[in-house]
Each structure stands twice: as structure tokens, then as C-alpha cells.
Nanobody
Framework: QVQLVESGGGLVQAGGSLRLSCAAS????????MGWFRQGPGKERAFVAAIGWSGGVTYYSGSVKGRFTISRDNAKNTVYLQMNSLKPEDTGVYYC?????????????????WGQGTQVTVSS
């Protein structure tokens, strides 16, 4: 069992930045691909970004590419999501995810473990 705990959410004005963190309890954290998803008001949960076990490969949804950066520190069992140039449509609950399967399948929701989520609100 892997526990994921997100932090760093909050209220920010449009154009601002936030950095989300996700701490994982896994003893073999480096063996997991990690990702971020979000669920906006009245919307289904959607893929945001994913990163491979070594940190060398990343994927982004089209709506955040160029504005968000996913990274990881395997020594700290932590994955990050740096969010810049935030827009009101980025508002939602952001979930951390972990999976040992194919990295490219995380984008369609192939996830073994989910965090509880952290709220991000972007005001206009």
C-alpha cells in the first residue's frame, strides 16, 4: 500500500504561481511513475501531468503545457507540480497519483494509488 499526501494548494490570483507537493510513503518510490490529475467544479477528474520513475520523461495535457512543470526528488519520496501563469480554469482539486505500469497510460487514468487531493482556487 502506498500513501500519497498532497500539500501546497490555496487561493491565488490569475497570473500567479503555486507549487504543489506530494509526499509518498512507498519504500520503493523510485519504482513508481507519478502523476497529477485535477477535478474542476462539475467536471470529471482529468490528467494534468506525469513523470517517469527516473524523472527523465514527462507528459503534459495540452491545457497546461508550457505553464506547469512536474518534477520529482526520489531521495525525498516527493513529486512536485510547479504551476505558473495560473488561470481561473485551473481551479479544482488536484490529486497525486502513483502507478508502476506504462507511463503513457497514466494519461487515461491507469493509476494504482491516489492521494486525497488539495484545493487550488484561481481568482480572476
Amino acid at each position: 500500500q502506498v500513501q500519497l499526501v498532497e500539500s501546497g494548494g490555496g487561493l491565488v490570483q490569475a497570473g500567479g504561481s503555486l507549487r504543489l507537493s506530494c509526499a509518498a510513503s512507498a519504500r520503493t518510490f523510485s519504482g513508481y511513475n507519478m502523476g497529477w490529475f485535477r477535478q474542476g467544479p462539475g467536471k470529471e477528474r482529468a490528467f494534468v501531468a506525469a513523470i517517469g520513475w527516473s524523472g527523465g520523461v514527462t507528459y503534459y495535457s495540452g491545457s497546461v503545457k508550457g505553464r506547469f512543470t512536474i518534477s520529482r526528488d526520489n531521495a525525498k519520496n516527493t513529486v512536485y507540480l510547479q504551476m505558473n501563469s495560473l488561470k481561473p480554469e485551473d481551479t479544482g482539486v488536484y490529486y497525486c497519483a502513483a502507478d508502476r505500469g506504462r507511463l503513457d497510460l497514466m494519461g487515461i487514468g491507469a493509476v494504482e494509488y491516489w492521494g486525497q487531493g488539495t484545493q487550488v482556487t484561481v481568482s480572476s
